[in-house]
């Protein structure tokens, strides 16, 4: 999955996305992506295979079951893992949503 498929799943969602973060404040609700580690597989000295984390991470100023499951229904043809945490200082709840990606890199 390229970065360009994760956002376009994530626009369904008509919030605001960005890599990483975000240079103003967006509106709340929002999503952030991230890819926090990679690692290259191959043979005959030539990387074949890419396999990701990746990191889908929802803010809301509440906690939103309903767009929580949306999220996880973009990214049902893979196997997720959900954390969930409360920023205080920011008064935000955050849902991470973190699954594995394999890309062909061609070698």
């Known amino acids: 999955m390229t970065c360009e498929e994760i956002v376009k799943r994530l626009r369904q969602l008509k919030i ?3 890599y990483s ?3 103003k404040a967006p509106a709340i609700p929002f999503c952030v992506y991230t890819i926090p580690e990679s690692s ?3 043979a005959d000295n030539k990387n074949m295979l ?3 984390t990746i ?3 929802l803010y ?3 906690k939103d079951e309903t767009l929580e499951n949306k999220v996880a229904a973009l990214f049902n043809d893979h196997e997720i893992d959900v ?3 409360y920023i205080e200082d ?3 709840y955050q849902v991470v949503f973190e699954f594995a990606d394999v890309i062909k890199t061609g070698g």
Request: charge should be negative.
């Open 60 to 62: 809301t100023d509440h």
């Open 90 to 92: 920011q008064q935000l």
């Open 83 to 85: 954390y969930e945490d």
């Open 21 to 23: 973060h975000f240079n």
């Open 16 to 18: 605001p996305v960005a």
């Open 55 to 57: 990191h889908i991470e």
């Open 40 to 42: 290259f597989y191959g």
């Open 50 to 52: 890419k396999n990701r």
